[in-house]
């Protein structure tokens, strides 16, 4: 049972980035799939989620209009699209996923995650 993030790097600002989190099939199958991301100093921050059974997402505020989450089943990959990013973007990208078949409307903390993939950097320039 694993999550593998990928794509992540050094991105002028404006520019754009796909980051991926490619899973395990017991990752994946009816599990909500998220990204949360860390900065140097701060603590971990929600980002954006795609939930399995209604396939509603939900975005952080900050990210909300340039950011896009999204699913390719037949690759077990969840993916964030990343558009306009900015230097305040810059961070370790996790994607994380929650218990399966979880049906709740708690996801926007660390403890709501049972799964968690190692980080890929994201570093924006201004």
């Known amino acids: 049972v694993q999550l593998q993030a990928s794509g992540g790097g050094l991105v002028q600002a404006g520019g754009s980035l796909r980051l991926s989190c490619a899973a395990s099939e017991r990752a994946f199958d009816r599990r909500n799939v998220g990204w949360f991301r860390q900065a140097p100093g701060k603590e971990r921050e929600f980002v954006a989620i795609l939930l399995w059974r209604r396939r509603s997402t939900y975005y952080a505020e900050s990210v909300k209009g340039r950011f896009t989450i999204y699913r390719d089943n037949a690759k077990k990959t969840v993916y964030l699209q990343m558009n306009s990013l900015k230097p305040e973007d810059t961070a370790v990208y996790y994607c994380?996923?929650?218990?399966?078949?979880?049906?709740?409307?708690?996801?926007?903390?660390?403890?709501?995650?049972?799964?968690w993939g190692q980080g890929t950097q994201v570093t924006v320039s201004s």
């Open positions: 994380a996923a929650q218990g399966f078949m979880y049906d709740g409307t708690a996801y926007y903390t660390v403890s709501d995650y049972s799964l």
